[in-house]
Structure formats: C-alpha cells, structure tokens
C-alpha cells in the first residue's frame, strides 16, 4: 500500500522568510509522480509543483522548490521569499503513473504567513 | 480551470437515507477520483475509476459505492448515510501520463454533507 505522511500539522513564519514543509512516502513502485497541492480557505485545490520519480533534478516553480530524496522517499516543498498570500493547507500527494494510477495524500500542513 | 462540476454543492440529510453525489466532468479525462476531507486527516481516498466500469476502493471505502456508466459521470452513493459520513467530498479528475510526461489531478470545488 501506498502512504503519504506530513508530520507537521502546522506551520507559521514571517512575511520573506524561508519555510520548509516535509513529505515521506513509502511505496515498492518505482514510476510515479509527487505533487503539492495548496488549498487556501476558499477551498479550492491548486497544485504548486510536482516531481517525476525518474528525474533527479529536483522541481522548481519560481519561489517553490522541492528537495527530492528517492531512496529515502522524502519530498520536502521549500517556499523562498514567503508572502501573506501562501498561506493555506499544503498537501503532499503521491501517484502511481501505471495500471489504475492511485493518487493518495497526506495528512496537510496548515501553514501561516504572519505580517 | 478544468471542466469539473460537483453536484450538490451543500447537501444536509438524516441518518439512514441514501445519498448519491456526482462528479461531472467535460474533459475526457480517463482518471476520476473521489475523496472525504477531515480536520486532521486531509484527503482520504474512497474510491477511484480508471474507465468507464473500472473501479476500486481507496482507503476508506466502507460505506460507499461508486458507479461510472460514462466517460464523464463518476457517482458516489451513501447507501445508508450516518453521522460520520459528515464530511467535505472532492472529486477529483487526472488524464493520465500524457506527451511529455506531465500530468496533474484538477479538483472539483467540493460538496459540504452534513448527516444528521
């Protein structure tokens, strides 16, 4: 079975700051994509950046980068310059890309961007 | 924004009667997936469809059933709604490994159900 954990339930940094977000995994699979989705309080699911499994280089999305980790099946989001308008829930996913392609996420981080 | 529509958008029922959601999609896209949204445990999956009458049961999947006769309808049904089925449901769509590679998941706006 596929699982997706965050262990931080909740996160809060200064408007600029640097913030990292954790993600593990577990799986046997070895083609698959992650994914950070943010969920801000309208509701709404918004993916920020994904990863192949095959790629080492890892993700980059203007101020969003991943730091991708295979064989210790961590995916980590790191949000550079952070501004008010980031805060949200943050949910890591992962998706297995053959057969019936389950898509499973993790727990969410709640995460704050104070003034 | 991808074409994906829940229907209700808020629905409030009694313990015991069934409840059926829909998922209505205009993109084609091979892949439908239903989740239940919960303070402290995200998105859990319930079930997903990777085809017209292909099925199978996430996580979470006791309770429901699902059914998708065509391309764009993925239904979840509460056969038997109760109290701990209160939740927020999102559909959610993926076209599969297209050219390129890339592919992503697009999120209907979700369903608020509260059993009472």
């Known amino acids: 079975a596929q699982t997706v954990t965050q262990s931080q339930p909740e996160m809060s940094v200064q408007e600029a700051e640097t913030v990292t977000l954790s993600c593990t995994y577990d799986t046997s699979e070895n083609n698959y994509y992650l994914f950070w989705y943010k969920q801000p309080p309208s509701r709404q699911m918004i993916l920020v950046i994904r990863?192949?499994?095959?790629?080492?280089q890892n993700a980059t999305e203007n101020r969003f980068s991943v730091n991708f980790q295979k064989a210790a099946k961590s995916f980590s989001l790191k949000i550079s310059d952070s501004q008010l308008g980031d805060t949200a829930m943050y949910f890591c996913a992962f998706m297995i890309i053959q057969g019936a392609q389950k898509l499973v996420f993790g727990q969410g981080t709640r995460l704050t961007i104070n003034p | 924004d991808a074409g994906i529509t829940q229907s209700p958008r808020h629905k409030v029922t009694e313990t015991g009667t069934p409840v059926t959601l829909r998922c209505h999609q205009t993109e084609n896209h091979r892949y439908m997936y239903w989740y239940r949204q919960d303070p402290g445990h995200g998105l859990r999956l319930i079930h997903y469809s990777y085809g017209v009458k292909d099925t199978d049961k996430g996580e979470v999947s006791d309770g429901y059933s699902v059914s998708r006769s065509k391309t764009e309808d993925f239904l979840l049904t509460l056969e038997s709604a109760t109290s701990s089925q209160t939740s927020v449901y999102f559909c959610?769509?993926?076209?599969?490994?297209?050219?390129?590679?890339?592919?992503?998941?697009?999120f209907g706006q979700g369903t608020r159900l509260t059993v009472v």
């Open positions: 959610a769509i993926s076209p599969g490994q297209g050219i390129g590679g890339n592919t992503e998941a697009f």
């Open positions: 990863q192949e499994a095959y790629k080492q």
